[in-house]
């Protein structure tokens, strides 16, 4: 019993470490960072949705959204926070969604994300160490390595969990943004 506890622990405490021994943020470490943040930013596929397309007969492609999540979108736009949502995807569906949601700041079909994010930045006025991404694929690597706090959900791509701050217990589409929307305005109260 005592030596299960044990390797449950090192297991544990294995899957907190980075390469290099950097150790992963707590919950409460993450909330207490989050209290500088002016701007959240968001990929859409596999953050926003669970990363599967869905095509229709006739050809146009569709993605599911997560309400929870864009109850916690909503949350942390009224506690003050800019909300952004930066993707490489090109359909009319996310623009939508941001949209319904509220989200002035829309950036789909973005090649460089972080020359775009770096032009929001600008245009709001804070650095990029103001900015949490999250992101889950290759092409987030470079925005995350540039921001003051790196997201991910628990799904995402191995290069990306290593080098992501913070990894959600949840997976994309699935109350990943909420959950870090939860701890974003727990960090303004």
């Known amino acids: 019993m005592r030596q299960a506890r044990r390797l449950r622990h090192s297991v544990a405490v294995q899957k907190d470490f980075l390469k290099g021994g950097a150790m992963k943020l707590s919950r409460q470490q993450l909330t207490e960072r989050l209290k500088d943040i002016r701007l959240l930013c968001l990929d859409v596929d596999g953050v926003m949705t669970d990363g599967g397309l869905y095509y229709t ?11 929870k999540d864009g109850v916690g979108i909503k949350a942390v736009m009224a506690a003050g926070v800019e909300l952004a949502i930066i993707t490489a995807s090109a359909t009319d569906v996310i623009t939508k969604r941001a949209q319904d949601l509220g989200v002035k700041h829309v950036f789909p079909s973005v090649d460089d994300k972080l020359e775009t994010l770096r032009g929001l930045c600008d245009t709001l006025g804070i650095g990029l160490g103001d900015v949490a991404h999250m992101g889950d694929d290759s092409n987030d690597m470079v925005v995350l390595q540039a921001v003051g706090l790196a997201l991910t959900v628990s799904d995402a791509v191995d290069e990306v969990l290593e080098i992501a701050d913070y990894v959600t217990d949840k997976v994309g589409g699935r109350g990943a943004v909420r959950e870090i929307a939860d701890m974003v305005v727990a960090s303004r109260s």
């Open 57 to 67: 007969d006739d050809g146009h492609q569709m993605r599911k959204f997560n309400v």
